[in-house]
């Protein structure tokens, strides 16, 4: 199993419609073969500077390719993702 996860935040005003419509696009990520418990997550603590994360889990490594490949994750990063995050950080896990 591999858990995906990244963490960022938004160029929009926090609170603001631009945000609220990201957030709402993202999910388009959720519906990608092969994507499991997909979660939009908020960022509270003070320690982080990022806003947001998604986390998903995906059986194996074929499945993460087959997601990152997929046409509707790279249009979302395209048209979505570069244009409207300002950072973020990505990391990727397997249990130990």
Same mark, same amino acid.
């Given at each position: 199993?591999?858990?995906?996860?990244?963490?960022?935040?938004?160029?929009?005003? *926090?609170?603001?419609?631009?945000?609220?419509?990201?957030?709402?696009?993202?999910?388009?990520?959720?519906?990608?073969?092969?994507?499991?418990?997909? @979660? @939009?997550?908020?960022?509270? *603590?003070?320690?982080?500077?990022?806003?947001?994360?998604?986390?998903?889990?995906?059986?194996?490594?074929?499945?993460?390719?087959?997601?990152?490949?997929?046409?509707?994750?790279?249009?979302?990063?395209?048209?979505?993702?570069?244009?409207?995050?300002?950072?973020?950080?990505?990391?990727?896990?397997?249990?130990?």
């Amino acid at each position: 199993m591999i858990r995906h996860t990244v963490v960022f935040t938004l160029r929009h005003e *926090s609170g603001s419609a631009e945000e609220a419509d990201f957030l709402t696009a993202a999910k388009i990520l959720a519906d990608i073969p092969g994507v499991e418990a997909f @979660q @939009q997550l908020r960022q509270v *603590s003070p320690k982080a500077d990022f806003a947001f994360g998604f986390s998903m889990e995906f059986a194996n490594s074929e499945a993460y390719q087959f997601y990152n490949d997929h046409p509707h994750h790279v249009a979302f990063v395209r048209d979505r993702w570069v244009p409207e995050v300002l950072g973020f950080q990505e990391i990727d896990y397997t249990a130990l």
